[in-house]
């Protein structure tokens, strides 16, 4: 039934004008909540179902980055500010200062432990059981504008063109990744392989152990800008509106969608199903396995800021008539 809802319809939408316009930085769907960040400093909270709304209230300027751990969330922003928040009560816990900068990206590596990116350079790792910076990551030239972690590494992409490997316990750097031509804007990280996309049009795959460049990936004709790692698939977005779906044992490309007219804003895909947004204001549904477009999720939009999906719901971000609208997606009402 959900397989079918998801190719056919069967949908109900439900919209949620915030009453503020504002570009969509961020979207997080958990099990107990909807969390959307804005470029006008403002955080909203809705239940699973997109109702009871909350606004935490504190950032100055855009919300860039946050991160949600059960009913904990960290965000950051413009104002150099790491905030972590109750999203149940709704009530600030901690302020964190040190960056110098905008906070570019966030990631948690475990429930008392967040990890910042910041255009000043550097990262930071908080301890979020103490409220307490435990380290200062220096190395890169340029604005860190892309994590991801596993275990106790964490990978950072930055303006720099290089990627680094950095250990989150002993607060060093182990190795830089180098190699792009230009910066880095997306990054994924399993464990076994680290993807990044870049500015210079290409992904390139890489060994976390010896770090090495396995691969370079290319096709993408502009800025790869979105990137999801799942087993062997890699799925790419960029500026020229492309998917590009690879498989990683060959390290070649396995689809090659044209997606959008514009911009690929938003990617996510599951063992069955590609959700691409993009900046021309559609959403789409694509078969992993053929390529083919599905359907089209929603009826196209001004812009697509962010769009989330689980097994039985989809969440999009969209302008409509110059006002940030939500709606939430389920397979039957």
């Known amino acids: 039934m959900v397989e079918s809802a998801w190719n056919k319809g069967g949908r109900c939408t439900q919209r949620h004008i915030t009453p503020d316009q504002g570009v969509v930085t961020s979207l997080h769907l958990t099990p107990k909540y909807i969390v959307v960040a804005l470029d006008n400093a403002k955080i909203h909270i809705y239940d699973t179902n997109g109702d009871n709304q909350k606004?935490?209230?504190g950032h100055v300027m855009g919300v860039w980055a946050m991160v949600p751990w059960d009913d904990i969330l960290v965000s950051g922003g413009c104002d150099r500010e790491v905030r972590v928040w109750n999203m149940a009560t709704g009530a600030g816990i901690y302020l964190l200062r040190g960056h110098t900068s905008t906070v570019r990206c966030l990631k948690m590596s475990d429930r008392n432990t967040a990890i910042s990116g910041?255009?000043?350079?550097?990262?930071?790792i908080w301890d979020l059981a103490s409220g307490?910076?435990?380290?200062?990551l220096v190395g890169h030239q340029a604005s860190v504008r892309c994590l991801a972690i596993h275990g106790d590494l964490v990978v950072s992409g930055s303006y720099d063109t290089t990627a680094r490997i950095w250990s989150i316990s002993e607060g060093r750097c182990l190795r830089t990744l180098s190699g792009h031509f230009?910066?880095?804007y997306a990054i994924a990280f399993d464990g076994r392989r680290i993807a990044t996309g870049s500015l210079d049009t290409s992904v390139r795959i890489w060994d976390p152990h010896s770090g090495q460049c396995h691969a370079i990936l290319q096709g993408h004709t502009s800025l790869v800008g979105q990137l999801q790692m799942r087993g062997d698939t890699l799925v790419t977005g960029g500026s020229d509106g492309s998917v590009r779906v690879w498989s990683l044992t060959k390290m070649t490309p396995i689809h090659r969608l044209a997606a959008h007219d514009n911009s690929v804003t938003s990617l996510q895909f599951d063992s069955s199903r590609i959700v691409s947004g993009g900046s021309d204001g559609r959403v789409k549904v694509w078969s992993l396995q053929t390529g083919q477009l599905l359907r089209e999720l929603s009826s196209p939009a001004e812009?697509?800021?962010r769009v989330a999906f689980e097994e039985e719901k989809a969440v999009i971000m969209a302008s409509r008539s110059g006002r940030t609208v939500m709606e939430v997606r389920v397979p039957e009402c």
């Open 55 to 57: 606004t935490l209230q």
């Open 118 to 124: 910041s255009r000043d350079t550097t990262l930071r």
């Open 132 to 136: 307490t910076c435990r380290n200062v």
């Open 182 to 184: 230009s910066q880095i």
């Open 303 to 305: 812009a697509v800021w």
